[in-house]
């Protein structure tokens, strides 16, 4: 079982629609938790960080469920730009530091 | 200012060669990360490096190495290349060290072994 599975898509919507992403993890010792996009041929960058309590950011909203060890991205009001890989993030410190991404979840928001 | 500086850009080397990649952080950040990412996958984490000593590896065989430099700079060092080492590496910068850190990325490297 992968540490930090991500739901494999692709997913395609029309521009102005509601995509919601799905993220689990296996490792209970996980400490902290991202989201990053990931552009064709280029670097990740931040999307935001995952709190327990929930947070938003204009469209997006992230949340984290911790006892059940599952992290959700939604994005409102999807525009064209919004096409990337969205890939979901946790970082722990047993034994050492250790950075886990997941596969990503590639969106396609069309016209 | 100046982001995260990874050379060369591209680089083609044949099975059993060694290769050294660069990386520069961001000015004033003291954690460098290395990473390798697969078509079609997420980054795998290689290696964490703060102020020069290694603060955490990834599942990667010896063959992989890499140290931290006085000014914050990196290198990742790869010997004896295999096929499967080809690659985009990405190297990513941190103002410390801890879960709570935000990553900033490089554009990458992108390794070809024939």
């Known amino acids: 079982r992968k540490e930090v599975e991500q739901d494999p898509g692709p997913f395609n919507v029309p521009e102005g629609a509601t995509v919601a992403f799905n993220c689990t993890y296996s490792?209970?010792?996980?400490?902290?938790f991202f989201w990053y996009r990931q552009d064709c041929r280029k670097e990740p960058k931040l999307l935001m960080s995952v709190y327990s309590s929930g947070n938003e950011d204009g469209r997006f909203t992230a949340q984290l469920n911790r006892a059940s060890q599952y992290i959700s991205l939604l994005i409102r009001d999807s525009k064209l730009s919004d096409s990337a890989t969205y890939l979901c993030v946790v970082n722990m410190e047993t034994g050492g530091f250790k950075t886990i991404f997941g596969a990503g979840t590639r969106l396609f928001v069309k016209a | 200012d100046a982001g995260v500086t990874q050379s060369p850009t591209h680089l083609i080397k044949t099975r059993g060669q060694h290769v050294t990649l660069r990386c520069s952080p961001i000015s004033g950040h003291k954690s460098v990360s290395w990473y390798q990412q697969v078509l079609g996958q997420g980054p795998q984490f290689i290696f964490q490096?703060?102020?020069?000593?290694?603060?955490g590896r990834g599942n990667f065989p010896d063959r992989f190495s890499a140290r931290q430099f006085p000014n914050y700079s990196s290198e990742l060092n790869v010997n004896a290349l295999l096929l499967g080492d080809s690659a985009l590496y990405l190297c990513?910068?941190?103002?410390?060290?801890?879960?709570?850190?935000?990553?900033?990325f490089g554009s990458g490297t992108q390794l070809s072994v024939l």
């Open positions: 490096y703060y102020e020069k000593e290694e603060r």
């Open positions: 490792n209970s010792a996980s400490q902290s």
């Open positions: 990513a910068s941190s103002l410390t060290t801890g879960t709570n850190e935000k990553l900033f």
